[in-house]
């Protein structure tokens, strides 16, 4: 796909190059209509492919379960425990991935680039607050699970502001991640949306 610095380029150079037509604010609006669905097929890409990573956690977890010697009874509880814990993730990257599938382009394309921002944005926030989700409720489980093994004693009451700390680090690290995330498709859209007031 020609990028629109290369268009303007033609723009400069048609005055002396007689055989390169000039493109029209239509056909740019096309090239930039373009560059929007590449971008929105690209961050669906990147939604997809971490609720697969997310689905290969919770197939190691079962492979762990099938594999380990279990009663039937623990076996069962440890995956519902286990499939608890990665709900609220793979809940919202599955919905936001139905949500960014299903948006509609078919506005106007200022409004249509504006919604696409919104819903990273938005796909951001949701990920951020599953991410803690599921960390918080990891450590809840495994603190569960040493209170009813060993009983209120110095080490667990020690691991709650420990588990504390550990989610409020998890907040902080999730949001950066989420912000690395989807910087580079905001900026390019930022971008497509300033390219547009230019033409």
């Known amino acids: 796909m020609i990028e629109l610095s290369d268009l303007r380029h033609i723009w400069r150079e048609s005055g002396s190059e007689p055989g390169i037509r000039v493109c029209d604010s239509k056909e740019v609006t096309m090239l930039l209509k373009g560059r929007s669905a590449d971008l929105k097929k690209q961050i669906l890409k990147r939604v997809t492919t971490e609720i697969k990573t997310y689905l290969l956690i919770a197939v190691f977890l079962l492979?762990?379960?099938?594999?380990?010697?279990?009663?039937?009874r623990r076996a069962l509880l440890l995956g519902a425990n286990a499939l608890l814990v990665l709900a609220p993730i793979l809940?919202?990257?599955?919905?936001?991935?139905?949500?960014?599938?299903?948006?509609?382009?078919?506005?106007?394309?200022?409004?249509?680039?504006?919604?696409?921002i919104r819903a990273i944005d938005s796909t951001a926030r949701l990920?951020?607050?599953?991410?803690?989700?599921?960390?918080?409720?990891?450590?809840?489980?495994?603190?569960?699970?040493?209170?009813?093994?060993?009983?209120?004693?110095?080490?667990?009451?020690?691991?709650?502001?420990?588990?504390?700390?550990?989610?409020?680090?998890?907040?902080?690290?999730?949001?950066r991640y989420a912000e690395r995330m989807f910087r580079a498709y905001r900026s390019n859209?930022?971008?497509?949306?300033?390219?547009?007031?230019?033409?």
Do not use: D, H, Q
Not at 189 to 197: G, K, M, P, S, T
């Open 63 to 72: 492979c762990i379960l099938v594999a380990g010697e279990f009663t039937a």
């Open 91 to 116: 809940g919202a990257l599955a919905y936001k991935e139905y949500r960014l599938r299903t948006l509609p382009m078919s506005g106007s394309l200022r409004e249509s680039i504006s919604t696409l």
């Open 127 to 175: 990920y951020l607050f599953a991410y803690v989700a599921t960390i918080g409720l990891s450590l809840t489980l495994i603190e569960i699970l040493l209170v009813r093994g060993k009983g209120w004693n110095l080490f667990t009451i020690f691991f709650v502001p420990i588990g504390a700390a550990f989610i409020v680090w998890s907040y902080f690290s999730g949001r």
């Open 189 to 199: 859209l930022i971008c497509v949306l300033n390219e547009l007031e230019s033409v």
